[in-house]
């Protein structure tokens, strides 16, 4: 098993910036790929971005790309996310979640998922 517990949400204002961070504990980390994914009031569960177990490959949503960037320290049993020119529409809990597959934007394909953070962007 892999225990999974975000940090790093608050409020912003659009056009700011917040660094999440996802502490991995239990087994072997990188083994694993992780996922951020978030969800917004009234929304469904959405992907966001997934990093491989190596941390060399990475694919973002079209909602993200280029203002969002993850990242992994896997001595450090942490990943990142890194959140710039920050939007009211990212406004969510942000959930990070771990698989043993190379990686996936589809959340049935994580088996271990984090209790979340919110983030909150004012406009």
């Known amino acids: 098993q892999v225990q999974l517990v975000e940090s790093g949400g608050g409020l912003v204002q659009a056009g700011g910036s917040l660094r999440l961070s996802c502490a991995a504990s239990?087994?072997?980390?990188?083994?694993?790929?992780v996922g951020w994914f978030r969800q917004g009031p009234g929304k469904e569960r959405e992907f966001v971005v997934t990093?491989?177990?190596?941390?060399?490959?990475?694919y973002y949503a079209d909602s993200v790309k280029g203002r969002f960037t993850i990242s992994r320290d896997n001595p450090k049993n942490t990943v990142y996310l890194q959140m710039d020119s920050l939007k009211p529409e990212d406004t969510a809990v942000y959930y990070c979640?771990?698989?043993?597959?190379?990686?996936?934007?589809?959340?049935?394909?994580?088996?271990?998922w984090g209790r979340g953070t919110q983030v909150t962007v004012s406009s």
């Open positions: 979640a771990a698989t043993t597959y190379s990686s996936g934007t589809n959340r049935r394909l994580y088996a271990y």
């Open positions: 239990g087994r072997t980390f990188s083994n694993y790929a």
């Open positions: 990093i491989n177990n190596l941390g060399d490959s990475t």
